[in-house]
Every structure is written in C-alpha cells, then in structure tokens.
C-alpha cells in the first residue's frame, strides 16, 4: 500500500468525535508535527487567543473517562494521560500551523485538514444510516 494512503489512514484512525464535533488530540498532533506534547501545548498557551473554544478545548474528565471506554487502548496509552487532552477542531489545526512554523507543521497540517475533510464527506454521505443506528 501506498505511503501517502497508509500515512492518511493512520491520521483518520486519530480524529475523534467529541461534544458532536471531529477532533484530534494534542498528543497525537504533536507527534505528528514531530515535537513533544508539552512544546505544542506551551506554543498554543503563548498564543491563546487564536484558540477560541470553538478551535480547541479541553476534555473533561468525564468526557476522558466515555473516550477510554469506548476506544481499546493499551495500558501504556492510558498511563501517558495525566490529565485531560486538549482537542484541536479542524480550525484548530489550522492554526496550529501558523504557530508552529515549521516545513512539516505545514505539510502535516494540510494532510490532516484534508482528512478532516474526507471523514465530513464520509458521514454526509452516510448520514442516513447513522440515524437509523441511532434510533436502533
């Protein structure tokens, strides 16, 4: 299988729907982007204001704790969380590009925009069949 598609398919197995919206985490942005969690998380603290709640936010214990029971995640995954991640909206990681400023923060932040766009088209198009879920 191609690079670029596995690459693709490993980002969409990381946005996550929370608070009716697509997400992703700060953990997993910042391995991404190819930088600790901490550096990305300081670089959004240092420019706060381009992160309305809208862009990103932080989950809730309570939302932390639906979100580990309904993902299957190793015992390692659930260690590395000491508090609650914050969850970055596709504006979000937008604008995490324009922080970070760096060649892969920009070429990770378009891939993973158009991720964000492929999983849209794919729930508009099976919406449908999700309300039925729904109901069920």
């Not at 862009?55 to 190793?74: A, D, Y």
Request: glycine share 2%; proline share 3%.
């Amino acid at each position: 299988m191609d690079n670029q598609i596995i690459e693709f398919q490993q980002i969409q197995n990381r946005i996550f729907t929370i608070r009716g919206v697509q997400v992703m985490f700060d953990r997993d942005l910042a391995e991404k982007y190819e930088v600790d969690t901490k550096v990305l998380n300081q670089a959004v603290k240092r420019n706060i204001r381009r992160f309305p709640n809208d862009f990103m936010f932080q989950l809730t214990p309570k939302e932390l704790n639906n979100w580990r029971s309904q993902i299957v995640t190793s015992n390692k995954d659930k260690m590395g969380l000491r508090r609650p991640p914050y969850a970055f909206t596709e504006q979000g990681v937008s604008m995490l590009s324009a922080i970070l400023k760096s060649k892969t923060a920009i070429d990770v932040s378009v891939k993973i925009i158009m991720a964000f766009v492929e999983m849209k088209k794919f729930i508009a198009i099976n919406a449908a069949i999700f309300q039925r879920l729904e109901k069920v």
